[in-house]
């Protein structure tokens, strides 16, 4: 197994930015696949490209699925084009994955290419694969903030205003390419072998149990295929790294 963890030069942010890559190469040629398949996991808010090496196995689970994984950095930006900052969107679901599959040896293929993540990553996840079902077969969201309007009626809407607005604009209005919801709608109606599947998990304690549950709720109402998860658990990393490793598995069935 190789770790690369450093910077990358981004078009679309107009910087460097963080990423750490874990790439199963360590196999012997005749055990592995090549290209290998691939997942884009995105961290929670407060978090960045380092968060899941230092607080999960992901590395050993990666290693043991034969599975190159990718984790960008995009501050607090929600996995948006902000109104008022970065492209954040435009650069994890378009220019990443193309600079990704030219330097390391990983597959472009849809069907070997996912995408997951914790939390605000959670949203970032699932938005990226119903904007990109062309791009990304399969989803996971682990404690997913999955609704914008959850976090407009949020404490933090009045603590970070300036941050809802830099994301929103100053009308803080959620247009459809930042709603899951209208997304998820369009996505739906493509034939069913171009829709990606998904997984969600979610803690029983965890304070987003009801927005999961409710958007777990619209998919499966909308025909998605969706598998939902929930155990004792928090909004916390023991619950997450639990997840990933499902997830892992869930992607390579």
């Not at 963080?18 to 196999?27: A, H, Q, S, W």
């Not at 970065?86 to 193309?98: G, N």
């Amino acid at each position: 197994m190789a770790v690369f963890s450093g910077t990358i030069r981004s078009e679309a942010l107009d910087m460097d930015t963080g990423i750490t890559v874990v790439l199963p190469y360590d196999r012997p040629a005749e055990a592995q696949q090549n290209p290998c398949k691939v997942l884009y996991l995105f961290h929670g808010l407060g978090n960045n490209s380092g968060s899941w090496m230092r607080n999960s196995n992901v590395a050993r689970y990666a290693r043991d699925a034969g599975l190159a994984v990718v984790m960008p950095e995009v501050q607090r930006g929600f996995y948006t084009d902000m109104a008022m900052g970065l492209k954040y969107f435009t650069y994890t679901a378009y220019e990443l994955p193309r600079l990704c599959e030219e330097m390391f040896r990983i597959s472009p293929r849809r069907e070997d290419t996912f995408v997951a993540g914790l939390s605000m990553g959670g949203y970032g996840a699932v938005k990226t694969a119903m904007s990109r079902p062309d791009k990304f077969s399969a989803c996971a969201s682990f404690s997913g903030v999955l609704d914008l309007n959850y976090v407009l009626n949020h404490e933090m809407a009045v603590r970070e205003e300036g941050q809802i607005r830099a994301l929103l604009g100053n009308d803080k209005t959620i247009s459809p390419e930042n709603d899951n919801y209208a997304l998820g709608r369009a996505a739906a109606r493509l034939p069913r072998d171009m829709q990606p599947r998904f997984l969600l998990t979610c803690g029983e304690q965890d304070y987003l149990r009801d927005v999961n549950l409710e958007y777990q709720g619209f998919l499966r109402d909308n025909g998605f295929d969706i598998t939902y998860m929930e155990w004792q658990g928090g909004h916390d990393w023991d619950f997450w790294d639990r997840s990933v490793k499902i997830a892992i598995d869930y992607f390579l069935d």
